[in-house]
């Protein structure tokens, strides 16, 4: 019997689950069924049903329009929808996470970051920083009403899981990546916390000088990793996951993140300000593979070479920051 779309179906789970985890274990415990008959399926000696199917995908988060790749033109996205309660933005930061860990366990895991603004994992290595991301976002975007007249950072603690952070700063750091910049990707954050010193959200100067110094620090830590050509993690040291930087001189127009992990892929581009929505469509990851390298193709690697232009750049930011902190005092 041939079970060409369930051979791919396979194939797939195969991608996405991590090595050492066993998917016929999975399988018996997710459709209550015996190992022989997991075995079986996965060697495509049974058909799997519908309702079977329905239950895989919600379990490993896998659209159903994944499975037919013979409509290229009607792509599948999933979203994590967020409204104005914060336990809805706690589960985006736990989805968030979860994805993260997951691709950190493939050893062929890779991702390709296109950035109008700053990578968001490399915010949550520093309290003060996603302690204000949080804020931000919650306040100025989601209108959570907790936070009406709250400010930064005596109203934030409830918020802030320290822990949650530094694992997703940390499994980013392990990740092997690639990211596409350009002159203006350090200035949303930076309009952010000028936004706030001028609308009063900060308690007082200080609150507003030590984000910034996070800020500094962030992007003194991507510039070592552009020099080193490797990701550094949370005790500041390499974490041996290759890093490349590009500077790019067109406008991105929204972040845009491709991930591979073997040979499954999936893509994220950004909405709303800091969500995002995920397919693993693979005529839409073809072309925005293909976007990707054409980015590329525009840009100059300042990372590993190009020595005197990544310090250029890397400086040209630092004062953006220190004009910034010129700018706010009691």
Known sequence: MALNHQSKFIQLLKSIVPTQVSLARDLMDLLEIS?????????????ISLDETVKICLHYSIPLEALNNEVPDVVTFQFHAIDDQPESFQNYLEHLSSLLQGFKKHDSANIHYAAEDVPVFYHFAWKELAA????????????????????????????????????MSQAFAEIPSTEIWTNETIESTLQQIKFYWDAGFFENAEAAHRVLDN???????????????????????STGASYQLYLCDLMIGNNSIYINVGDSAMSSIGYNTFNSILTRNEAFNKQHFN??????????QISGMAEKLRNQFFKAQLKKIEFHRNEIAD
């Open 35 to 47: 190992q022989d008959a997991a075995y079986r399926r996965l060697r495509c000696e049974t058909a």
């Open 132 to 167: 204000f991301k949080v804020m931000y976002w919650m306040k100025s975007i989601l209108n959570v009403p907790d936070l009406s007249t709250s400010h930064f950072p005596k109203d934030m603690s409830q918020f802030i899981n320290e822990s949650k952070f530094e694992s």
């Open 215 to 237: 800020v500094e620090q962030m992007i003194r830590r991507i510039a070592k990793q552009a020099e080193i050509g490797q990701k550094i993690g949370n005790n500041g040291a």
């Open 291 to 300: 976007w990707m390298e054409n980015l590329k193709s525009k840009s100059i």
